[in-house]
């Protein structure tokens, strides 16, 4: 009986999409010719079949005098799959003629469901095709609506490792001219694995009517996995961090629509376990089935913190922070350490015995010269896993408006005026709140590969300009000030550098207490905590209209080329070109005088 129902079922369903593709057909069916030439189009909304020959060049403009928006969706589009986007194509403008904005082009190479939207209440679209003779047709779908409301449940951001959702009213119909979007985001290093649960749409072979379209990646233009309708409970799997699932729907024939559900899938492989190092947090990594061969599960892990839990999915993932989750922390001859240690509790086979082994995993970052050395190792009574990996701190540096260093300068390049303060902070980015930032040298260079000149604005945590002024230390954060000026003889942008130290508040003797040092000791000149920030560039602002946009792409030549002024380079070089412009007139005068003396007039002999 089961079968039968779910036959009859899918006879229906296939009854109703043949009828509405048969009205369709009927109401909707345009021949598109050159004669034609298109036509104006007034519904509220309306579906076209479009079959094309060679040689087409038509258009359409959509128009009614409501103050709402169009959206048109080409569902199914067959074009010639060897022809060139420049010479067959679908073009979409905003407006009502092609004279208005470009909203996209369609071609045979497109790798999506193409939508658009127009700003107002006119939208024209226009099919050009080349001269091959096939078979083509081309399914439009289109309506007008109200860009100020929306259908509950109806798209949305999902950044959960896991979670799930539905079509709007699920399990009741889905509403009818339903366009939403869901965009679904995990953490880095993950895929998604999206599971539909139940698939129950409109029937057709091309899902022209209703419709799922799944993307590989953020957006509707990633690339398109699959665009699926009708019945089903089919599984994709993203390559990257992001998949973006879209649910269209026509005005006729709703169904219960979907229910969907994903879980993150660590895209290594790791065979055992996993470790990394950040400014932030250790990543430990541990394969499930590593876990199972010693008898343990997600369940029977813990850190010094128990509170601290992990996430769970093809692996199992401690994001530990380091200064949360009883992680413990050591300074010691010039060296940052951060340990955690993950517990496997076991479960007592009685009260007295147990029969599964003693583990334990100990995760240990060492921070070291501009870079991070992560260590970790598991001890079963003694080792049996060593692992070392190589990081880096994570600083930044920005310029700011004032000493309040609120908001920070997003222009690039920046133009300031001659001895115009400048304000410049780096900042070191961790959760370890006991680290501070020394500014140990901060230089300035006209190009960005700080080739020579170099100009010393900071050295040894000392100021090597007498406008320069470094602020007191502040935590995550190195600051000074210095009034702007130009390399002479130079271009005129202004490139910075600061090499920084990372120290532990708490070590009084650390470089970063002692502040400014003529003459670096020798116990501190293998110091191991630093790291690099480059900023620029900024220009004078009287170089703005010289530079052109140019300036954006950082050409060294080219900016030398248009801001070098008229020097004595340029003055010689004129001379020498205005002598041989003489020289070369006396020549050719020359030689005219001589032809004329050669060739004189003389009288003819009479026989």
Same mark, same amino acid.
């Given at each position: 009986?089961?079968?039968?129902?779910?036959?009859?079922?899918?006879?229906?369903?296939?009854?109703?999409?043949? =009828?509405?593709?048969?009205?369709?057909?009927?109401?909707?069916?345009?021949?598109?010719?050159?004669?034609?030439?298109?036509?104006?189009?007034?519904?509220?909304?309306?579906?076209?079949?479009?079959?094309?020959?060679?040689?087409?060049?038509?258009?359409?403009?959509?128009?009614?005098?409501?103050?709402?928006?169009?959206?048109?969706?080409?569902?199914?589009?067959?074009?010639?799959?060897?022809?060139?986007?420049?010479?067959?194509?679908?073009?979409? !403008?905003?407006?009502?003629?092609?004279?208005?904005?470009?909203?996209?082009?369609?071609?045979?190479?497109?790798?999506?469901?193409?939508?658009?939207?127009? &700003?107002?209440?006119?939208?024209?679209?226009?099919?050009?095709?080349?001269?091959?003779?096939?078979?083509?047709?081309?399914?439009?779908?289109?309506?007008? !609506?109200?860009?100020?409301? &929306?259908?509950?449940?109806?798209?949305?951001?999902?950044? =959960?490792?896991?979670?799930?959702?539905?079509?709007?009213?699920?399990?009741?119909?889905?509403?009818?001219?339903?366009?939403?979007?869901?965009?679904?985001?995990?953490?880095?290093?993950?895929?998604?694995?999206?599971?539909?649960?139940?698939? !129950?749409?409109?029937?057709?072979?091309?899902?022209? $009517?209703?419709?799922?379209?799944?993307?590989?990646?953020?957006?509707?233009?990633?690339?398109?996995?699959?665009?699926?309708?009708?019945?089903?409970?089919?599984?994709?799997?993203?390559?990257?961090?992001?998949?973006?699932?879209?649910?269209?729907?026509?005005?006729?024939?709703?169904?219960?629509?979907?229910?969907?559900?994903?879980?993150?899938?660590?895209?290594?492989?790791?065979?055992?376990?996993?470790?990394?190092?950040?400014?932030?947090?250790?990543?430990?990594?541990?394969?499930?089935?590593?876990?199972?061969?010693?008898?343990?599960?997600?369940?029977?892990?813990?850190?010094?913190?128990?509170?601290?839990?992990?996430?769970?999915?093809?692996?199992?993932?401690?994001?530990?922070?380091?200064?949360?989750?009883?992680?413990?922390?050591?300074?010691?001859?010039?060296?940052?350490?951060?340990?955690?240690?993950?517990?496997?509790?076991?479960?007592?086979? +009685?009260?007295?015995?147990?029969?599964?082994?003693?583990?334990?995993?100990?995760?240990? /970052?060492?921070?070291?010269? #501009?870079?991070?050395?992560?260590?970790?190792?598991?001890?079963?009574?003694?080792?049996?896993?060593?692992?070392?990996?190589?990081?880096?701190?994570?600083?930044?540096? =920005?310029? $700011?408006?004032?000493?309040?260093?609120?908001?920070?300068?997003?222009?690039?390049?920046?133009?300031?005026?001659?001895?115009?303060?400048?304000?410049?902070?780096?900042?070191?980015?961790? +959760?370890?709140?006991?680290?501070?930032?020394?500014?140990?040298?901060?230089?300035?260079?006209?190009?960005?590969?700080?080739?020579?000149?170099?100009?010393?604005?900071?050295?040894?945590?000392?100021?090597?300009?007498?406008?320069?002024?470094?602020?007191?230390?502040?935590?995550?954060?190195?600051?000074?000030?210095?009034?702007? !000026?130009?390399?002479?003889?130079?271009? +005129?942008?202004?490139?910075?550098?600061?090499?920084?130290?990372? /120290?532990?508040?708490?070590?009084?003797?650390?470089?970063?207490?002692?502040?400014?040092?003529?003459?670096?000791?020798?116990?501190?000149?293998?110091?191991?905590?630093?790291?690099?920030?480059?900023?620029?560039?900024?220009?004078?602002?009287?170089?703005?209209?010289?530079?052109?946009?140019?300036?954006?792409?950082?050409?060294?030549?080219?900016?030398?080329?248009?801001?070098?002024?008229?020097?004595?380079?340029?003055?010689?070089?004129?001379?020498?070109?205005?002598? #041989?412009?003489?020289?070369?007139?006396?020549?050719?005068?020359?030689?005219?005088?001589?032809?004329?003396?050669?060739?004189?007039?003389?009288?003819?002999?009479?026989?």
């Amino acid at each position: 009986m089961e079968v039968a129902g779910r036959l009859i079922v899918s006879a229906l369903l296939i009854a109703s999409s043949l =009828a509405e593709l048969n009205s369709t057909e009927a109401q909707g069916r345009s021949t598109c010719t050159a004669s034609l030439g298109g036509a104006n189009l007034a519904e509220t909304h309306k579906a076209l079949i479009l079959k094309l020959n060679a040689d087409e060049n038509c258009t359409w403009t959509i128009e009614r005098p409501e103050n709402k928006s169009i959206r048109i969706i080409f569902s199914h589009v067959q074009l010639d799959p060897d022809g060139m986007c420049e010479s067959e194509n679908i073009q979409v !403008f905003d407006g009502n003629s092609t004279n208005g904005p470009l909203l996209g082009k369609i071609c045979s190479k497109n790798d999506f469901v193409p939508v658009f939207e127009s &700003s107002y209440n006119t939208l024209t679209f226009q099919i050009l095709t080349d001269s091959t003779r096939i078979q083509r047709s081309v399914f439009i779908f289109y309506y007008f !609506f109200s860009s100020g409301t &929306s259908i509950p449940n109806c798209g949305g951001y999902l950044d =959960a490792m896991e979670g799930s959702f539905t079509s709007p009213n699920y399990p009741k119909p889905h509403p009818e001219l339903a366009y939403c979007v869901w965009h679904i985001h995990v953490e880095k290093g993950y895929k998604i694995k999206l599971s539909f649960k139940e698939i !129950f749409l409109e029937v057709d072979q091309h899902c022209r $009517f209703d419709f799922i379209a799944v993307y590989d990646g953020s957006s509707t233009n990633s690339g398109l996995i699959e665009q699926v309708c009708g019945r089903g409970t089919p599984t994709f799997e993203s390559s990257s961090d992001s998949l973006t699932v879209v649910l269209s729907t026509d005005y006729a024939n709703s169904y219960r629509g979907f229910s969907a559900s994903y879980t993150s899938i660590y895209a290594e492989n790791v065979n055992t376990t996993s470790l990394t190092c950040a400014s932030d947090k250790m990543r430990v990594i541990i394969n499930k089935f590593y876990l199972e061969s010693f008898g343990y599960n997600e369940n029977n892990l813990q850190l010094n913190d128990p509170t601290c839990r992990p996430k769970v999915s093809n692996v199992v993932e401690f994001a530990i922070p380091l200064d949360e989750c009883g992680t413990i922390k050591r300074v010691e001859d010039h060296s940052i350490t951060y340990t955690n240690i993950i517990t496997f509790t076991a479960s007592p086979t +009685s009260a007295v015995i147990t029969r599964q082994k003693h583990l334990q995993i100990v995760v240990k /970052c060492e921070m070291e010269h #501009n870079s991070t050395v992560e260590m970790m190792y598991i001890t079963e009574d003694d080792v049996i896993q060593n692992q070392i990996a190589l990081g880096k701190y994570n600083t930044s540096m =920005a310029l $700011f408006e004032s000493d309040l260093f609120e908001n920070p300068i997003l222009e690039s390049p920046y133009y300031v005026d001659l001895n115009q303060t400048l304000f410049v902070q780096v900042s070191l980015h961790t +959760s370890d709140p006991n680290l501070v930032v020394f500014l140990d040298t901060c230089r300035a260079s006209p190009t960005y590969d700080f080739a020579s000149p170099i100009y010393d604005l900071i050295k040894s945590g000392c100021s090597r300009d007498e406008t320069c002024k470094v602020y007191p230390l502040l935590r995550h954060y190195g600051r000074f000030q210095f009034s702007a !000026f130009k390399f002479l003889r130079s271009l +005129s942008s202004v490139y910075l550098q600061c090499k920084v130290l990372i /120290c532990d508040s708490s070590d009084h003797q650390s470089r970063c207490s002692q502040g400014c040092v003529s003459r670096r000791k020798r116990d501190t000149s293998s110091y191991k905590w630093k790291a690099d920030s480059i900023l620029g560039p900024i220009r004078l602002k009287r170089d703005r209209s010289s530079s052109g946009n140019s300036e954006l792409l950082h050409q060294t030549h080219a900016d030398k080329t248009q801001s070098q002024p008229f020097d004595r380079l340029h003055l010689f070089s004129f001379v020498v070109l205005a002598l #041989n412009a003489v020289i070369v007139a006396t020549i050719a005068a020359k030689r005219f005088v001589n032809q004329r003396t050669e060739y004189k007039y003389q009288r003819l002999q009479i026989d």
